[in-house]
T-cell receptor, first 114, second 116 residues
């Protein structure tokens, strides 16, 4: 049973426009939600996170929105740059402190066209 | 500060063999987690070690095992390899200092295992 889902395997966006990556989850007990970015032949790198008690977190060009009633979160990248082309993973974390277990979605490949 | 290192980077084995992968965490980090990445499945949590003890485990068969040493380095072992074990194996380390909050994990580049 996939507790974290990314239903779009790929997304193509023009440079300078907004990229919106979506993620749905089923477990209302998740504490934190995270976005990771992964280039080929490298490990995932942390981008941004949001606590379940917030509905928005912003860091530069990256903003994550959380809609708890819909069990949905999204990552907005504005403006998109060619260097943003990578696979983006959404992840969720259970109650913190006792474990670092992350539950990941299957990823969305973002291609930013120059 | 050096990042998370994993050895070897690439490995080819045949069915029925066993394999050991190694992960050296960032200096000072005490928690090491292992993940398996396969096409279509994303990253799936294998287990986490903290202070040489396994403190969480994912839904993988007993053929997958791990351990952590006193210097926080970790190894994972897969016995009786199957074709479906072909994957990218990633380890992540964290300081495990945040209680009740989010403990950022730093990933290594992974070991690409191919089972023939």
């Amino acid at each position: 049973d996939q507790q974290v889902k990314q239903n779009s395997p790929s997304l193509s966006v023009q440079e300078g426009r907004i990229s919106i990556l979506n993620c749905d989850y089923t477990n209302s007990m998740f504490d934190y939600f995270l976005w990771y970015k992964k280039y080929p032949a490298e490990g995932p790198t942390f981008l941004i996170s949001i606590s379940s008690i917030k509905d928005k977190n912003e860091d530069g060009r990256f903003t994550v929105f959380l809609n708890k009633s819909a069990k949905h979160l999204s990552l907005h990248i504005v403006p998109s740059q060619p260097g943003d082309s990578a696979v983006y993973f959404c992840a969720a974390s259970g109650r913190g402190g006792a474990t670092n277990k992350l539950i990941f979605g299957t990823g969305t490949l973002l291609a930013v066209q120059p | 500060k050096a990042g998370v290192t994993q050895t070897p980077r690439y490995l080819i084995k045949t069915r029925g063999q066993q394999v050991t992968l190694s992960c050296s965490p960032i200096s000072g980090h005490r928690s090491v987690s292992w993940y398996q990445q396969t096409p279509g499945q994303g990253l799936q949590f294998l287990f986490e070690y903290f202070s040489e003890t396994q403190r969480n485990k994912g839904n993988f068969p007993g053929r997958f095992s791990g351990r952590q040493f006193s210097n926080s380095r970790s190894e994972m072992n897969v016995s009786t390899l199957e074709l479906g074990d072909s994957a990218l194996y990633l380890c992540a380390s964290s300081s495990a200092l945040k209680r009740g909050g989010l403990d950022e994990q730093f990933f290594g580049p992974g070991t690409r295992l191919t089972v023939l």
